[in-house]
């Protein structure tokens, strides 16, 4: 692995945090994040070129999946778990994999991340083949865990990429569509859940989204397959039918209640035209 510390450890921009008063610390977290978007920005054409390998995937009857530790991995499980209730996929179309398990979501797991095997054998169980394709995240891009799921996943011909906040890092390296969003020393110095772990929050929506998009999961601008799951969600899809079909509410409410979802109601309607 390099010895080049990653961009991701470097001190702080700021000394003294605990002689800060509370505006002081607020305006200047903010400060930092506010360079942030600039940063994804740089990346677009590399998150472009991921996004349009992964599209005919899963198309093709592939899946996506994440592997990270801590807060990359936490935010890859996130990112997987909001596809289907927000586009209506099958929950197996996008699969998040955090070092540790489950258990790793809400409670540090010991050397988790450093074991290199263990992504792999944690994919083997979903039966990984070269139809899917592995994105790692790692803000460092020095995990062990990812870096080791990402080389084997290239050696079994599996398109793989990866999301890091660190120039040319070993991960990066290995990967064949890498997106480094660099963004520079944290506010506390090395606590990847803030400049970093937004960066990367940033890109998975523009990742998944993007592909949710391009597999005609949204009509116009409308999330026309999300799962009515609550209150919140069926009102907001009575409003979509009213909107699109310029109906009433209780109309559109017995169209949603009959046909069980947004799009099925507006191809309904369109089979009556």
Excluded at 159 to 186: D, F, K, N
Excluded at 218 to 234: E, F, I, R, T
Aim: overall charge neutral; some cysteine; aromatic content about 4%.
């Amino acid at each position: 692995m390099s010895k080049k510390s990653p961009d991701t450890e470097k001190a702080s921009n700021y000394d003294h945090l605990e002689k800060m008063n509370t505006l002081e610390i607020l305006s200047n977290i903010n400060k930092e994040d506010q360079t942030i978007a600039g940063n994804v920005k740089k990346e677009i054409v590399s998150i472009e070129k991921l996004v349009d390998v992964i599209v005919p995937k899963i198309e093709s009857g592939g899946r996506l999946f994440y592997i990270g530790a801590g807060t990359s991995g936490r935010l890859g499980v996130l990112d997987a778990s909001e596809c289907p209730p927000t586009f209506g996929v099958s929950p197996g179309i996008v699969i998040g994999l955090i070092a540790g398990g489950d258990t790793a979501l809400r409670n540090a797991v010991e050397n988790a991340e450093d074991d290199t095997k263990q992504a792999w054998k944690d994919l083997q169980e979903y039966d990984i083949s070269d139809k899917d394709v592995l994105v790692g995240i790692a803000a460092s891009g020095t995990t062990p865990y990812v870096i080791g799921g990402i080389k084997e996943a290239r050696k079994n011909g599996i398109i793989t990429g990866c999301v890091t906040c660190s120039s040319g890092s070993p991960l990066a390296e290995a990967s064949e569509y890498p997106i480094q969003v660099v963004t520079g020393p944290e506010f506390v110095t090395g606590s990847t859940r803030m400049k970093a772990g937004t960066a990367q929050k940033l890109v998975l929506n523009m990742i998944s989204t993007s592909v949710m998009i391009k597999l005609g999961r949204v009509k116009g601008n409308k999330m026309v397959d999300m799962q009515l799951s609550n209150d919140k969600l069926v009102g907001r899809g009575i409003r979509m039918i009213m909107e699109e079909l310029e109906v009433g509410e209780e109309e559109a409410g017995k169209l949603l209640k009959e046909f069980g979802s947004v799009r099925a109601v507006l191809l309904n309607h369109q089979k009556r035209k």
